[in-house]
């Protein structure tokens, strides 16, 4: 880019940062899975609810502009963009996602037009246009924040404040709606997860904020707001009852009876009785309190008024629950079938609504089809669910292990033993991700694992590998110890077995008996212990061991990194001023690890021995260049590291590394793909045992 370009583009950066669009907001670092689970949740709730989704311009700038900021996917970014600009031309979160586009693919002009319309829009004098345009502006960079995690919750607060301080020239209905979008953000402070992760949580200072604004909300008369305000209400006292008390540290515990919250939802239905949102909360809210009288026509009457997924769901859920008393109360059987077919048919639609891609949902059909011994019917909706189901977030983990656990059963149903081993124990490893245990799964596979009399040895010693995995997952670390050691009684020269043995002994910290067992693997067998385990094991056994003999396990090490035949493990090539440190390093790899050196200034006494030198690299595992502004101003240099790359190149085995002699050195073009270090971060001494530079020497980049 020129650099007239570049001063172009950021004046323009400067300028977009300068009015409330999503790009001004200073959003804290967090890892790349993190922005794809928000987008993974955003792109769910259009798949789910694409009516609800596409009313509400918040989570589609706010897609729009993760797309755009951290995945670079332009043309996704711009069709949302389009979406929401089509509904509301004015938008001004919209309009800076549309710069922040027209930046991505460097047409300055049309940004520059964009910022225009955007300053025209916030500062149009008169009918208070322009400040009704800030305040909802800013009510939307508060959503956003609120959406990406505990770590912007509080930044979503106060910037949901700052709206509503610069409501003064806006309508009364602006006002109510953003002192709605406020008690949004806060009741998802309220949130499990959120209370867990911010150790300056307090739950009253967001209940009574919470409070304050909805007395506004549901006194001020607005019918669009009214009943969803009592609803709210009504979310926020359950979830103030459902937070442990040792988390209410300025104040007692706050509780709400049954009673309290049941007349917020009744209140909220009296509001707005034709309001499908109103009527699917409240109907969600009877259901899950097991009111299934109340809630089934509160739903109904909200799929009438707006067909959608969510009262087809929760429909078919209620139907279901009430099949599942009826067979515990032990009723009558053709009532459970009726209400289960009636689940069915609410399933069914709601799988159809959701044009058969939202998992939750299809998961639900499956279970009803296999309560209703429709076991063809439920494998594919199983299936289907599972592939849906690809979100990385705790509570989507949790959502798979059902899933997966059920479709086992429905598999051993059908008499598929292998297929239903397979889905339980993918049951059991969704939920050991995130710490969780699925004991019907488990109890199962326990059972399927059961070593019968007529077992030969080899099945049995499976067995019981396959049932210390388990035990594994569970944590349940002893009796997993018991059942490998039967196992090596058995055979100690099962691989699986032995690598069992050594897995766990690394998880606890017993390199030395780690080492034993590694030991067995390679003598006994002829599989190759993977790399990493073979790596965790031995450089970890390198600090118990004592210094005199740990050179063996760096031999040992270098030698199955490196398993290639040569003059020397290790070449060390310098300028002539840097010999004293280059002579360093070699003694400190004979002593230290008990490699086998060549040194450019030891062995070979000079650089000028072309012939001599480009041969001791050819005959080097590895080669060490000592990087200087010696080295980096001689034409010598690059000469080397040419013939160093062409050989380990054509070797295909071996490596190349840089060591610099100072953190200002400036590593050759040539040398800036392989691994570089600063000898001072990296210099061995007695208490680390030289593992820094010996881990720079294996990482492989051939």
């Avoid at 009943?227 to 040792?246: H, Q, S």
């Avoid at 049951?427 to 004991?439: G, L, N, P, S």
């Avoid at 790359?645 to 100072?662: D, H, M």
């Amino acid at each position: 880019m020129m650099e007239s370009q570049q001063s172009q583009e950021d004046d323009l950066k400067e300028r977009l940062a300068s009015f409330p669009t999503l790009f001004q907001l200073d959003i804290p670092r967090v890892s790349r899975r993190h922005h794809e689970m928000n987008v993974s949740k955003l792109v769910r709730e259009q798949r789910d609810d694409p009516r609800e989704f596409y009313q509400n311009a918040n989570a589609e700038n706010l897609l729009a502009f993760l797309l755009l900021k951290y995945f670079n996917d332009l043309e996704r970014a711009k069709c949302h963009i389009d979406s929401v600009l089509e509904k509301q031309n004015d938008n001004v979160v919209a309009l800076g996602n549309l710069c922040g586009y027209y930046l991505q693919i460097e047409d300055f002009s049309e940004a520059g037009k964009t910022l225009d319309l955007i300053e025209e829009l916030l500062n149009t004098t008169g009918n208070g246009k322009s400040a009704q345009r800030k305040a909802h502006a800013l009510a939307e960079q508060a959503y956003s924040l609120s959406r990406l995690g505990p770590k912007c919750h509080t930044l979503g607060i106060e910037k949901s404040r700052e709206a509503l301080r610069s409501k003064d020239d806006c309508h009364e209905k602006v006002c109510v709606e953003l002192n709605y979008e406020l008690t949004l953000i806060l009741d998802r402070c309220l949130d499990t997860h959120n209370y867990i992760e911010d150790k300056r949580f307090d739950p009253i200072t967001y209940f009574t904020e919470a409070r304050q604004c909805l007395d506004i909300v549901t006194n001020s008369g607005e019918p669009e707001f009214c009943g969803k305000g009592f609803a709210l209400l009504g979310d926020v006292y359950k979830k103030m009852n459902r937070i442990p008390e040792k988390y209410f540290v300025t104040g007692e515990k706050l509780t709400f009876s049954d009673e309290e919250i049941d007349g917020c939802f009744e209140q909220a239905k009296r509001e707005a009785p034709d309001d499908h949102f109103v009527l699917e909360r409240v109907g969600r809210h009877y259901r899950l309190c097991r009111h299934f009288d109340k809630a089934i026509p509160c739903l109904q009457k909200a799929n009438e008024l707006c067909p959608m997924p969510f009262p087809c769901h929760h429909l078919g859920l209620a139907y279901m629950a009430m099949a599942d008393k009826n067979i515990k109360k032990g009723g009558d059987d053709r009532k459970t079938k009726e209400w289960l077919t009636e689940a069915g048919k609410w399933l069914e639609e709601a799988d159809k609504l959701g044009k058969k891609a939202a998992y939750r949902i299809t998961a639900d059909l499956a279970r009803v089809y296999v309560k209703l011994e429709e076991y063809q019917k439920a494998l594919p909706c199983f299936k289907r669910a599972a592939e849906e189901n690809t979100a990385t977030d705790d509570g989507i983990s949790l959502v798979a292990a059902g899933n997966y656990e059920n479709w086992g059963k429905c598999f051993l149903l059908l008499g598929k033993e292998e297929e239903g081993k397979t889905k339980l124990l993918k049951a059991v490893e969704c939920a050991a991700r995130v710490k969780c245990h699925r004991r019907t799964a488990f109890s199962e596979l326990v059972k399927l694992m059961q070593m019968q009399e007529h077992d030969r040895p080899e099945v049995k010693i499976d067995k019981l590998n396959e049932l210390a995995k388990l035990h594994e997952l569970v944590s349940s670390h002893r009796k997993a110890l018991d059942l490998r050691q039967s196992a090596c009684e058995l055979d100690p020269s099962n691989p699986n077995t032995l690598l069992g043995l050594i897995e766990h002994c690394c998880k606890h910290r017993k390199y030395a008996l780690a080492q034993v067992y590694l030991s067995f693997l390679q003598n006994l067998t002829d599989i190759p212990p993977p790399k990493e385990l073979f790596l965790q094991v031995k450089l970890n056994a390198v600090t118990t061991t004592e210094p005199s003999l740990a050179y063996k396990i760096f031999q040992e090490t270098f030698q199955f990194i490196f398993p290639v035949d040569c003059l020397s493990d290790v070449f060390i090539y310098s300028a002539d001023n840097d010999k004293e440190i280059a002579c360093t390093i070699t003694r400190q790899c004979e002593e230290y690890f008990g490699l086998t050196c060549l040194c450019l200034h030891r062995d070979l006494h000079s650089m000028l021995k072309i012939s001599e030198t480009v041969e001791a690299l050819s005959d080097s595992v590895l080669i060490l260049f000592v990087v200087s502004e010696c080295l980096t101003k001689t034409k010598s240099g690059d000469y080397f590291i040419e013939r160093a790359i062409e050989c380990v190149n054509s070797r295909g085995c071996g490596n190349i590394i840089s060591l610099t002699t100072a953190s200002d050195i400036i590593i050759p073009k040539l040398l800036q793909d392989f691994s570089t270090f600063n000898y001072d971060d990296v210099g061995p001494t007695t208490e680390n045992m030289g593992l820094p530079l010996f881990r720079a020497f294996i990482e492989n980049k051939n």
